[in-house]
């Protein structure tokens, strides 16, 4: 999936421009921000993206430095 991501490691920003690029481990989500399809969208763009809200969960469990964690 392609977009801006960005993750903080300890003091460091690291800005990710393919969600499968971020690392398994980090203090924590700066910034998710996936791309859209272009307009009108399919019945397949609406399907992707309804995978952002999981895929946003997935990394959140990967944080770790997470309030409740």
């Known amino acids: 999936m392609k977009g801006q991501f960005i993750v903080r490691i300890e003091t460091?920003?690291?800005e990710?421009?393919?969600y499968n690029n971020i690392p398994?481990?980090?203090d924590n989500v700066v910034i998710f921000k996936p791309e859209y399809p272009p307009s009108p969208h399919s019945?397949?763009?609406h399907a992707y993206?309804?995978?952002f809200d999981s895929k946003l969960k997935e990394l959140m469990k990967r944080?770790?430095?997470a309030?409740?964690?």
């Open 12 to 14: 460091s920003l690291l």
């Open 16 to 18: 990710f421009s393919d």
């Open 24 to 26: 398994d481990k980090f």
């Open 43 to 45: 019945e397949e763009d």
């Open 49 to 51: 993206i309804e995978t």
């Open 63 to 65: 944080e770790t430095n």
């Open 67 to 69: 309030s409740g964690n």
